[in-house]
């Protein structure tokens, strides 16, 4: 249970602090665009360092099906991650919400195929799914036995700064379902009826990432 726990507190700070950057600060320059994407990958690795030692610190449950493919995991206890990590998601964005209604800023942060720069549902969902496979593909070799060791959690964080810099103006960046679960529900609109992009594309690309993974893993 506490490893549910924490990926429930993990997965909330991270929707918090990430979409909180995106509301706050925004996304329309490109010094707004780094911002929020440093908010992320920060996020990651702060909570690595955390939580790491209790659940692994998947706070994504791409990152849990992908660890779940890869045999590292029970599906019971692969059940329990993704429940802890979808609560948190919505944990966090109702605190955002909560902040947002005690001051002048709109609850934002939710994920959509970004039509003003031409991207459709299609595009979205095949960029979410190639963005999805980088992310987990370095958890799952960062995190392996002889992979990074202790600085795991800076190699996934800075990964995820990566994509967040290429994908932001195209999707919105989700690569975790989780994530985009919480304010999609609480924005509503045009976010809720894609959400479907938002978890499906995700955990395609998770469970790509662990048939590569395991096609090319190094034996222990």
Do not use: D
Not at 87 to 94: K, R, T
């Amino acid at each position: 249970m506490k490893k549910y726990i924490a990926e429930c507190i993990g997965t909330a700070v991270l929707t918090l602090l990430g979409c909180g950057t995106a509301v706050f600060v925004g996304c329309a320059t490109p010094a707004g665009v780094a911002a929020t994407a440093l908010a992320f990958g920060l996020s990651v690795i702060a909570m690595a360092y955390t939580i790491g030692s209790i659940s692994g610190c998947h706070i994504n449950p791409a990152i849990t099906l992908g660890v779940f493919l890869s045999g590292r995991m029970s599906l019971k206890e692969a059940v329990g991650y993704w429940i802890g990590q979808f609560i948190g998601g919505l944990v966090g964005a109702a605190i955002l919400l909560l902040i947002c209604n005690m001051s002048n800023f709109e609850m934002g942060g939710a994920n959509t195929a970004n039509a003003a720069n031409g991207i459709t549902a299609g595009g979205a969902f095949v960029i979410e799914i190639i963005a999805t496979f980088i992310f987990v593909l370095v958890v799952l070799g960062s995190t392996a036995k002889n992979g990074a060791g202790n600085l795991a959690g800076i190699a996934i964080g800075l990964t995820l700064v990566l994509i967040h810099l290429v994908c932001i103006n195209l999707t919105g960046t989700s690569v975790n379902p989780a994530r985009s679960f919480g304010p999609a529900l609480l924005v509503g609109s045009e976010a809720l009826k894609q959400l479907w992009i938002f978890i499906i594309a995700p955990l395609v690309g998770g469970a790509l990432s662990a048939v590569v993974w395991n096609a090319i893993a190094p034996s222990e």
